[in-house]
Every structure is written in C-alpha cells, then in structure tokens.
C-alpha cells in the first residue's frame, strides 16, 4: 500500500510541474511507470532489489514536494520592493496596534 501511495505522490507532484501538459506522453512519467512495474512484487516475497527502489521512490517523492514548496517559499517572500509596515505585518500573520485617535 505504500508503495502505490508514493507512485500516486510523485504523479501529483508531476502535475504540478507540468500543469499543461498531458503525462501520458512524458518521458518521466513513462520511465516511472516502467520501473514500477519492472520492481512489482507481491507483500510476500522479499526482494531487496524492490526495498531499494521503494527508498528510492520516496527520496524523489521527498526531493520533488520539497523542491515545489521551496520554490513556492521563495515567490512568496522574495523582495519586491519596498514593502509598508502592514503589508509586511499581514504576511506573517500580525496585527498592529490601532491608533487610539
């Protein structure tokens, strides 16, 4: 079970980076697919070929999601210039004091 959650990460995080483009085509996807079923074993066999390819699968799963969320980070807080004091205060989350008058 968990390897077929992992296939289905490393496709979700494929469709995020290639938003407009079908992944039937790809290269990636088709190698993915490939090697998945080239290392398909059932619970009950141990092949340590297949534990290694899992820990593989989930280290690319772990490089993809964290490579898109750094990326997200950045746009997110990259300079943009001057910002005001409230802009600032309501992209992390603060509110500031209001002025009594």
């Given at each position: ?34 090697q ?7 619970d009950?066999?141990l092949c ?9 699968a989930?280290?690319y799963?772990c ?9 997200e ?6 300079g ?11 992209m992390i ?6 002025d009594p008058k």
């Amino acid at each position: 079970m968990e390897k077929l959650t992992t296939l289905r990460g490393i496709i979700r995080e494929f469709r995020y980076a290639l938003p407009e483009r079908s992944l039937k085509d790809n290269l990636i996807f088709n190698y993915l697919m490939k090697q998945y079923r080239k290392y398909k074993t059932t619970d009950q066999q141990l092949c340590k070929a297949q534990e290694e390819m899992n820990f593989i699968a989930n280290s690319y799963l772990c490089y993809l999601r964290s490579s898109r969320l750094s990326q997200e980070i950045h746009d997110e807080f990259h300079g943009k210039g001057e910002r005001t004091v409230q802009e600032t205060a309501d992209m992390i989350g603060f509110k500031l004091p209001h002025d009594p008058k």
